[in-house]
């Protein structure tokens, strides 16, 4: 699918519900540099940050949560660093200590914002 592109150059990829969406790339892109990766009008992205601005800060989203699994999901271009998993935040510690559980066992659900193991 063609992207739309305005008067300034950014560039913008739809679904056929209107949606931004992009399979192969980011959904959004502007002129000075900026992306951001969707999935059906919800931010995604599997192999990076979901949001990249040109200036170095950095946002990893899953299915619209902010999530990563191996390292802060949120990196501001100043050094600031927010850890993410399932848009459940932690702390630097917590969030290690979840990721040690999550490798031990893959099977999980999210109940009330919480994971819990199964």
């Given amino acids: ?17 209107g949606e931004y969406h992009r399979e192969d790339g980011p ?6 540099g900026n992306k951001e990766w969707w999935k059906h009008g919800t931010y995604h992205r599997e192999d990076g940050p979901a949001i990249e601005r040109v200036h170095g800060d950095k946002f990893w989203f899953k299915h619209g949560k902010k999530h990563r699994e191996d390292g802060p999901a949120i990196e501001w271009a100043d050094g600031v660093k927010y850890y993410y998993l399932y848009n459940i935040g932690y702390t630097e510690e917590e969030y290690w200590e979840k990721i040690k559980e999550l490798k031990k066992c893959k099977l999980f659900k ?9």
């Fill in 110 to 118: 999210l109940n009330d914002n919480k994971i819990v193991w199964i």
């Fill in 27 to 32: 959904a959004c892109e502007w002129a000075n």
């Fill in 1 to 17: 699918m063609n992207p739309y592109t305005n008067e300034y150059g950014d560039k913008y990829w739809y679904d056929t519900d």
